[in-house]
C-alpha cells in the first residue's frame, strides 16, 4: 500500500507544471515575484500581464507564454497557498487532518474554505474565471473532490461523487464571495450555513436517485 507521504507528492496543484530546467524555474520565480509585488502596491485590479513583464524587464509575450493568460497567472500564484492547504487536510492536525471523524473533518474542510476566501478570494475568483470550467478541470479541485469524496464514502453516503461536488458547489469562490460582499453575511452565518447543509445530506443517507445510470 502506497504511504500517505508518497500519495501526497503525486497530488496535482492549483498551477503545477512537468519538472522545469532551472532557468526556465528561476524566470518563472521572477514574475510571479513580479506579479505579487504589482498586487500588494495595486490589489487584484492592478494585476496585468504588461504590468508584470515590465516588473520582471521582460517583454509582455515572455508572460504570455509562461502562463497563457491572467487565469493562468492567477492560478500559479495559487501554488503555495493551495500546497499549504492541501498538506493540512491531508496530514495536518485533526479535525481537518486525519484523526478526527469523517464528518467532522468534512466540515472542517467546508470551514477552511471559507477562511481561505478572506485572504485570497478575489485571487481564486479571477483563476477561475479563465474559462466556465477553469475551476472544475483545475488541479485543486480534482484533488479536493477525491478528498471529500473519500470522506464521504466513509459515512457511507450512497452518491458520494455526486454529494462531493454539491458541497464544492456551496463552498464555491464566488458564491461565498457573492454572500460576504454583496449580502453582508458574516464568515460565521456562512460556516452555520455549510453547517446545516452537511448535516441535511448526512441525515438522509440514501438519496432517492442514487445508483441511477448517468
Known amino acids: ?33 513580479a506579479a505579487h509585488g504589482i498586487m500588494v502596491e495595486s490589489g487584484i485590479d492592478g494585476l496585468t500581464m504588461d504590468r508584470v513583464a515590465a516588473a520582471a524587464g521582460v517583454g509582455v509575450g515572455t508572460v504570455y507564454r509562461r502562463f497563457g493568460d491572467l487565469g493562468g497567472l492567477a492560478f500559479a500564484l495559487l501554488d503555495d497557498e493551495e500546497r499549504e492547504f492541501q498538506s493540512a487536510y491531508l496530514s495536518g492536525p485533526p479535525p481537518l487532518g486525519p484523526g478526527a471523524p469523517a ?39 480534482r484533488t ?16 458520494p461523487a455526486y454529494c462531493a461536488d454539491a458541497l464544492l ?37 440514501a438519496c432517492p436517485g442514487a445508483g441511477l445510470p448517468g
Open 103 to 141: 464528518a467532522e473533518r468534512i466540515r472542517a474542510f467546508l470551514h477552511a474554505t471559507v477562511d481561505r476566501m478572506e485572504t485570497a478570494g478575489e485571487l481564486h475568483s479571477l483563476a477561475e474565471s479563465r474559462s466556465r470550467i477553469a475551476r472544475y478541470t483545475s488541479g485543486a479541485y
Open 169 to 205: 458547489a456551496v463552498a464555491g469562490t464566488n458564491l461565498i464571495l457573492h454572500q460576504r460582499r454583496e449580502l453582508g453575511f458574516s464568515q460565521a452565518r456562512i460556516k452555520a450555513g455549510l453547517d446545516c447543509v452537511l448535516s441535511a445530506l448526512l441525515s438522509r443517507g
Open 1 to 33: 500500500m502506497a504511504t500517505t507521504a508518497a500519495r501526497r507528492v503525486l497530488l496535482p496543484v492549483v498551477g503545477q507544471e512537468p519538472p522545469e530546467r532551472a532557468d526556465a524555474a528561476r524566470n518563472r520565480r521572477a514574475l510571479l515575484a
Open 144 to 159: 479536493s473532490r477525491t478528498h471529500l469524496l473519500t470522506l464521504l464514502r466513509e459515512v457511507q453516503q450512497h452518491d
